[in-house]
């Protein structure tokens, strides 16, 4: 079975530019998160969606938004992009079911984003 | 929101038993508390979920007191590739999310 796949894995952009990132959860999985990690703040979550309905929103600004197409997969763009913006970019998918679910979410191996 | 609390660093040699301790004292009725691990430039894995009591999988053991407020993780015999961030988590995310915090974690570090 596939795991959690990000892409891309690596890219660097420029103060202002904006930028998109893809996650393919596993297949079967309704439910994608994103998580932003920095050495300085750790690893913050910033949204989650579930069939394509954002349900769950972290504490970041509006230039960092998302979606999910119907088949799951899940995109997020940060807009106006600030040198702070540099760091690895999680994501996760989960089945969300209780039966299924033995509180484990499943994380890609994340989309590292430098600004320069 | 349930904070948790984790020695930052922690040392060990191969073989030997790790225990790592979370202090969640504001932990609420139907919070789970969820263990991972992660390696540097990758996401987080899973290890383990427990309410109450003792939970065991092939890789790991959890143990949560009656009162839930604090939890060990207990990782046997570790090798070298377990140097790695343990998070422990605490919350119900099938719920909210937000309430899945990861905090800045253990960083065990396995000396040969």
């Known amino acids: 079975k596939a795991g959690v796949t990000q892409t891309p894995r690596y890219l660097i952009k420029t103060r202002g530019q904006q930028v998109t990132l893809s996650c393919s959860p596993i297949s079967g999985h309704r439910s994608v998160s994103w998580y932003q990690q920095t050495p300085g703040q750790g690893l913050q979550f910033l949204f989650e969606?579930?069939?394509?309905?954002?349900?769950n929103k972290g504490n970041f600004p509006g230039r960092f938004s998302g979606r999910q197409f119907s088949n799951s997969r899940s995109e997020m763009n940060v807009s106006t992009l600030e040198l702070g913006d540099s760091a690895l970019y999680l994501c996760?998918?989960?089945?969300?079911?209780?039966?299924?679910?033995?509180?484990?979410?499943?994380f890609g191996e994340g989309s590292r984003l430098t600004v320069l | 929101l349930a904070k948790t609390t984790q020695p930052i660093s922690m040392d060990s040699y191969e073989g030997q038993e790790v225990n790592i301790t979370c202090s969640h004292n504001n932990i609420a009725t139907n919070d789970y508390i969820t263990w991972y691990q992660q390696f540097p430039s990758q996401g987080p894995r899973f290890i383990i979920q427990?309410?109450?009591t003792k939970v065991t999988n092939e890789v790991a053991s959890l143990f949560i007191p009656a009162d839930r407020k604090s939890s060990t993780l207990s990782l046997p015999r570790v090798s070298l590739s377990d140097t790695a961030v343990y998070y422990c988590?605490?919350?119900?995310?099938?719920?909210?999310?937000?309430?899945?915090?990861f905090g800045s974690g253990t960083k065990l570090n396995v000396k040969p």
């Open positions: 988590l605490v919350g119900d995310w099938m719920i909210d999310f937000n309430k899945f915090y």
């Open positions: 996760a998918s989960s089945p969300l079911t209780r039966l299924a679910n033995t509180g484990e979410l499943f």
């Open positions: 969606y579930f069939s394509e309905t954002q349900r």
């Open positions: 427990g309410y109450k």
